[in-house]
């Protein structure tokens, strides 16, 4: 690899970088297999780059089998390291090309919504869960931290692989679209006029769930919507908010069971 294929490998660390050449890294060979199974992501692994060395002949087959004659690139450790953000890398790095799965209209029952996001853990933690909970898709807003963000796509664990996510939404229109549509609209909010354990979901019905930004929770825009509820979790001590991540969980736990 020459040093100039090597700067544009490096540059894809940069969210303007992926952003114009429609590229992402990921490391690990947990990420690589999630996306080589991914039924969205399957065609999306273009290039491995691999440090000297590296001896998982186990997975190089697998990958090889699924993509034959794939391009790979091998890497002394001190510049196969400016590619990588882990402590400890696995010897392996994938180059993927973005992809925007979309679901078939008929088929969306249970959507996730995100307003301005700003945690890369907590975004990556939500999309693992509403995997875990079969989300049928999740949408996030403008002002968001990036779904391609390194720390993003690896707190998802690979789910980013085996989902359909919307990024860059105009949620005040979409949420309006999805109303229009028969969906109910949940805002989750400390102080929603609904409680959670009181709740009894209609397994026939369509929902959007909605989750806030951790600091300022969900905006006055979203709230003054009279077609919207709001929806509170059960709050047992004086603790004054809930993380975002552990709300979603909570919610999706509760409309699963």
């Given at each position: ?158 789910a980013l692989f085996n989902l359909i996510i919307r990024e860059e ?89």
């Open positions: 690899m020459t040093n100039k294929e090597l700067k544009y490998y490096e540059n894809l660390k940069r969210k303007k970088f992926r952003d114009s050449e429609g590229y992402f890294l990921i490391e690990g060979v947990h990420l690589i297999e999630e996306c080589l199974y991914s039924k969205y992501y399957n065609e999306a692994l273009k290039k491995l780059i691999l440090e000297k060395g590296f001896s998982n002949n186990e997975l190089l087959e697998k990958i090889n089998s699924k993509i034959p004659n794939i391009e790979t690139a091998y890497l002394e450790k001190n510049k196969f390291n400016k590619l990588t953000d882990t402590e400890n890398p696995q010897g392996i790095i994938g180059v993927i090309k973005k992809t925007k799965p979309v679901a078939k209209e008929g088929n969306k029952k249970l959507l996730i919504a995100l307003e301005k996001l700003n945690d890369p853990g907590n975004l990556g933690t939500i999309i693992r869960t509403c995997y875990w909970f079969d989300v049928d898709e999740v949408l996030i807003s403008r002002n968001s931290v990036e779904l391609y963000n390194s720390k993003v796509v690896r707190a998802t664990q690979g939404q105009n949620l005040t229109n979409e949420l309006k679209k999805l109303y229009s549509k028969g969906f109910e609209i949940y805002l989750a909010d400390s102080e929603g006029k609904f409680e959670l354990s009181e709740m009894n979901f209609k397994k026939s019905s369509n929902y959007v769930f909605v989750f806030g930004n951790e600091a300022n929770g969900i905006s006055e825009k979203l709230k003054q919507n009279k077609n919207f509820n709001t929806l509170r979790i059960k709050r047992n001590t004086n603790c004054e908010s809930l993380n975002v991540g552990i709300s979603v969980g909570i919610i999706l736990n509760s409309f699963r069971n």
